[in-house]
């Protein structure tokens, strides 16, 4: 296997732009790009080894399926995005069918590299990957609320007139209308974020200023598509670094989608929780302190995720 070797399966808004963060990121020096538009990742390939000149030397090219037998990392994007107003569970139906074509052909080519999903809804299909794939469920991630995360810190660093990087808070469970912010773990250079607002005369009105940022992050990906009929540079960043901690076998930790296997009673479905992130993918789930009302609504996020499951046919043959 080549840890420094990169697959991307899908060529679109996300998959085109997450390609071109990961060519400037230098981690990598092979990337294949696959689309069932072929014309376009020939495309996207001549477009990407343009700029190499200027950065790294890197082999980009438009490949199939068995291009990826020796890759560290396959990333999957492919698939329908959201349309305005439609909910990420809407893509479910098209995206499995989707999923149901792509997962068996990566299968069969025995790869040992991880599987990292992007398609939406992105716990489902994450879920369906490490189903119909095969691989141990540490080798299948999903960019889960990694992306909600950085979004989340993000409007907490302008509120709070502080560098995003210096705060340690998360969104965990379902990458969508169900996820929740655990605010009683979030902390500012080692302050809980409530005294740390306080000594910044931040914000006095902490529910309603809580709820306000939590519904911003909610619903961001609602307003942007509204406005510009796709997301696709916050995930790109967001995939990068999920790329480099795997790469660089960091053991970061991220809110990546993983298998539940009986953490807060939840087991048997995939969603973000922050996990130890390495060279073999998801090392450890992080037993998280949360509130009572922060279990129920991390219980509540995986039941809207089971009943989903609860209905999708993953016999592969079907
Ligand atoms: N996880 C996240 O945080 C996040 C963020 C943004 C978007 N997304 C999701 O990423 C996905 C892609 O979004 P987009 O805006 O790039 O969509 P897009 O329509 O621009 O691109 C999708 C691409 O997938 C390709 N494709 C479709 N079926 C395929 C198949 N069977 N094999 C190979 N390629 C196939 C299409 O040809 C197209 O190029 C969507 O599901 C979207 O919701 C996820």
């Known amino acids: 296997m080549n840890i420094q070797k990169v697959g991307m ?3 679109g808004f996300v998959g085109a ?9 230098g981690l990598f020096s092979e990337m294949v790009l696959i689309d069932a538009n072929r014309e376009k990742a020939i495309g996207e390939a001549m477009d990407l080894s343009h700029g190499t000149s200027y950065l790294a030397p890197m082999k980009i090219y438009a490949g199939d399926y068995s291009d990826l037998k020796d890759a560290g990392l396959i990333i999957i994007t492919a698939g329908a995005n959201q349309k305005p107003d439609e909910t990420r569970l809407d893509l479910v139906k098209r995206n499995v069918a989707i999923f149901k074509d792509i997962i068996p052909k990566i299968k ?14 992105v716990d489902i299909l994450t879920y369906v990957a490490y189903k119909l ?18 979004r989340f810190k993000y409007l907490l660093g302008e509120r709070l007139n502080v560098d995003s990087r210096n705060i340690h808070a998360y969104i965990i469970g379902e990458h969508g209308d169900s996820e929740l912010a655990v605010w009683s773990q979030a ?13 910044r005369g931040s914000f006095n009105h902490h ?8 519904e911003d992050v909610r619903d961001s990906a609602y307003e942007i598509i509204k406005r510009k009929g796709a997301t696709y540079y916050g995930i790109a960043v967001a995939v990068k670094r999920i790329a480099e901690a795997i790469v660089r076998n960091q053991h970061t930790i991220l809110p990546v989608s993983t298998l539940m296997t ?3 009673g939840i087991s048997d479905l995939c969603l ?3 996990s130890v992130l390495c060279q073999n993918g998801v090392e450890m789930v992080v037993d998280l302190y949360l509130n009572d009302d922060e279990t129920k609504k991390l219980q509540a996020s995986a039941k809207a995720l089971s009943e989903v499951i609860a209905d999708l046919d993953l016999d592969p043959a079907a």
């Open 133 to 150: 794939s095969g691989f141990p469920a540490s080798r299948v991630i999903g960019s889960g609320t990694v992306l909600d995360t950085a």
């Open 262 to 264: 009986g953490q807060f």
């Open 9 to 11: 399966i899908g060529c």
């Open 187 to 199: 902390m500012v250079a080692g302050i809980h974020i409530n005294h740390f607002s306080e000594l």
């Open 108 to 121: 069969a080519q025995n790869c040992e590299g991880i599987l990292l999903i992007v398609s939406n809804p």
């Open 272 to 274: 973000s929780i922050p």
């Open 17 to 25: 732009t997450c390609a071109f963060s990961l060519v400037q990121s």
């Open 207 to 214: 529910q309603e200023v809580m709820q306000e940022i939590y």
